[in-house]
């Protein structure tokens, strides 16, 4: 974790396969990438010289004792249950899957589980089509989920086979993305929030109105993401981040352009303007810290004050599915307390599940950018898939903002 | 009858001799055939569908509907909103000609005539940066021009500066970087074009008592024109498409019209708009290459 590199060219070669990614950088993803770095080596076979690529061990080691999930097979199983199929295809992240979760599934229900993997959510889109593919179970970002219900892609859950889902906690019974869990079951979920390096602030923020003050002129950054940006900007001003009202977009817009002058970049790579020591505070994707913690260990996270943008994956199965028994079986497993810590314990993110946080490490649950208080958590808001009419009154603002 | 017959045959004459030619023609058609069956499939045919695209509308899910084809997306194409990018698309391209041509003809001129038998190494040297991926060396400005980069260490250590200057994020930046992307595209047909300019044209010119200066001015600059407008075009039509440049350099007053429409097509869900915010200037960067080219070669080139 804290091998010694040329920290430059290593940012080189992680900053181009960002790029070339193009999406958000997870924890997830990123473990995926410096796999890469390798492949881009090639590339550049002077930067490479200088490089020892053996220096990439990503993000945290999760040495966090994963509750053993073995013991989730305990958990009763309801008589009524149909039989599942032989058979579960998955298409997953990279790491976003608790080896022990699996292996419990399968000796419980006699089901061979195949994993596929994707590295950018494009990708798992194309491979998902309009019916899932060949695919029984994938993890759907929640933002999309409406737009997957509307044209029929994600299949309607079977609450009977669902014994587990009143695992959940209850400010995930009823999300806006899906209401009533008809649909989907969320799986993990994760904030935006503001990041700095403390060797250059060095008071403590709390608010995000730390990303407006003007001592740190042409060293703060903004997300190049319409949404986050005016999610956090609305929620400054004590707006919903999902607002349909022009006027309130008109002021959150006010806002933004006083902020302007004082930005340095308008960008989604963080971990690279961060790290080149350009950008001393920004919005920035709350993963994305575990990999600017590499090159700056004391980088500082927090969810605003007034409250935040949180995000969080579903887990969902396709009107296609070969095997949709097996499918919300395995839905059900995910739910199990047990099992969904085993998750947490490995990815580093909250699950929904309130039953699982007496098994997850206690380094997760004291960690307030991950598990925030119950104060906090109330006050974060998820960003909602928007009507294209109002989409295009977000955006126009925005393209205004940055033209 | 045969005052008949020798009309008759008069025409069969150069019929048997026209024969072979029409086959001759057809023959080198088919040399053509690739490069035309190319241009119909990877350019005619995605721009007729860009056009088809731009026509339609989206549905409330963001897919593209052609059930009504209207002119709407053009009306909204021209929002006030996208000038700003527009002008910065057109100030950048137009920076980076200039720079481009500045910097590419003496290099141009000095391989041609002073680069002797070492000339082939020093055009593939000229080229050498395409072997590396463009956002690798693009990337490589910011760790040159970054806060704690190359170029601001060394301003600190030589005491020219005591903070770092800001360089990244801004049109210096940008414009460097486009610089040095697009200048090999610059170089190369001035190359060809001063290259095959005849030494003594120039000499003739010398002993009618032009000065040196005189001599570049009404010899080598008119006669290099058709590589120089070459060389423009093939810098400035690029660069103002350009989108991964100003993104990965620029800062929050960089955007470009490039910018503008791939948040339409990404971020917007809105093809259609996107596609005739596209339209609109692919045919503003056609319209003026053509009045370009047409200007220089009535004025410059003379005729043909």
New interface residues.
Partial sequence: MNDRHDG?SI??EK??VR??VERRVTRRELLERIGAVGA?AA??PI?AACTSSGGASAAPSSAAPSASASTAAASPSPTAQPSPEAELNILNWTDYLADDVIKSFEGEHNVKVTQSFFSNTDEMYAKLGEDGGDYDISFPISVDVP?MI??GVIAKLDKSLLTNIGNLGQEWADPGYDPGNEYTVPYMWWTTGVGYDPARIKEEPTSSKALWDARWK?HISMLD??QEVFGLTLIQQGLSANTTNTADLDKALALLEQQ?PL????STDTI?TMT???VWIGHIWGADRFAIQESIPAFAYYIPEEGGVKGSDTVATFTGSPHPIAAQLFINHLLDAHNSAANTNLIYYMGPNAAAKEFIDPAILEDPTINPDQEIVDKLEELLSL??SV??EY??R???L?? | MGAAVQPADAPAAPASITAPGRLARLRAATLVLPGVAWLLLFFVLPLALIFVVSLGS?D???RISLDVLSLDNYARAF?P?????FLNSLKYAGVTTVLSLAIGYPIAYWISRYGGRHKVLLIILVMLPFW??Y??RT??W??LL????VVNSVLQAVGLTSEPI?L??TDISVILGMTYGFLPFAILPLFVSIDRLDPDLISAGRDLYASGRGAFLHITLPLTMPGIVAAALLTFIPALGDFVTPD?L???QT?TIA??IQ??FL????WPYGAALGFVLMIVTLSGTLVALRTLRREVIGGD
């Fill in positions: 430059s940012d080189l900053a181009l790029y070339m881009t590339l550049a930067i737009n509307e044209r042409q993401d319409w302007k930005v340095r970049t308008y690279g080149s020591g350009d009507d294209q989409r295009d955006l126009s925005w393209q205004q940055r033209g | 989206r409330s899910l963001g929002d909103v996208f000038l700003p990018t590396t991926s956002l690798i990337y490589s910011i760790i970054r806060d704690n980069g800001i990244m994020n990965l620029g800062g929050p955007t910018k503008n948040e339409l971020a917007g869900r809105d």
